[in-house]
């Protein structure tokens, strides 16, 4: 059942049951569909939002980050989350950022990373971090615009793919 008006999106902290089933698959279906991922995208994707959620029991409210999902006509078409920057301490890390092309060309991508950055601030972060892959052009002109840099850019193997991976940071 939709809680939302028909054709309308909303933004909301990830917090029902389902959630993180429904951002890992849409993850897994997405990129298998767009860019030849093959199932470990949506793997890895779901190892680490459960990483999230236990640590949230374990350490209770919204202390090691926080996810939150996009909702058009109450389906779950997109999604972004922020945690502790493990290889940077002081920083956030941006995860899980994905969009469903039938809510794209909404500013809903900048909507959901507006949501990150003010938590990480909210938080007193120094600055974000994080990890993609070459290819994502869409991802990547959303992470320029917002101010991040390429930092690092290395040959590798993931996600059933050669391809580059690329850390951008953005400094507060």
């Known amino acids: 059942m939709a809680t939302t008006a028909p054709g309308v999106v909303s933004v909301r902290e990830a917090d029902r049951p389902g959630d993180l089933g429904a951002v890992a698959a849409l993850h897994g279906i997405l990129y ?9 995208m949506e793997a890895y994707v779901a190892a680490g939002m459960a990483e999230l959620v236990l640590a949230r029991t374990a350490e209770g ?3 090691p980050g926080r996810l939150w999902v996009a909702e058009l006509d109450g389906r779950v078409v997109g999604a972004a989350g922020l945690v502790r ?3 940077r301490p002081g920083w ?7 969009l469903d092309p039938v809510a794209r060309g909404r500013g809903l991508g900048r909507r959901l990373l507006e949501t990150v950055l003010g938590e990480a601030r909210a938080r007193s972060y120094e ?10 052009d869409a991802a ?11 930092t690092v850019s290395r040959p590798t193997h993931k996600f059933g793919l050669d391809t580059v991976e690329q850390r951008m940071d953005l400094r507060f």
């Open 32 to 40: 298998a569909r767009e860019y030849g991922m093959d199932a470990t």
């Open 127 to 136: 600055g974000v971090l994080l990890w993609t892959v070459t290819g994502l």
């Open 61 to 63: 409210s919204a202390a």
């Open 140 to 150: 990547h002109h959303l992470y320029a615009n917002a101010g991040f840099e390429l």
């Open 85 to 87: 920057a493990e290889e």
């Open 92 to 98: 956030g890390q941006l995860r899980w950022v994905l």
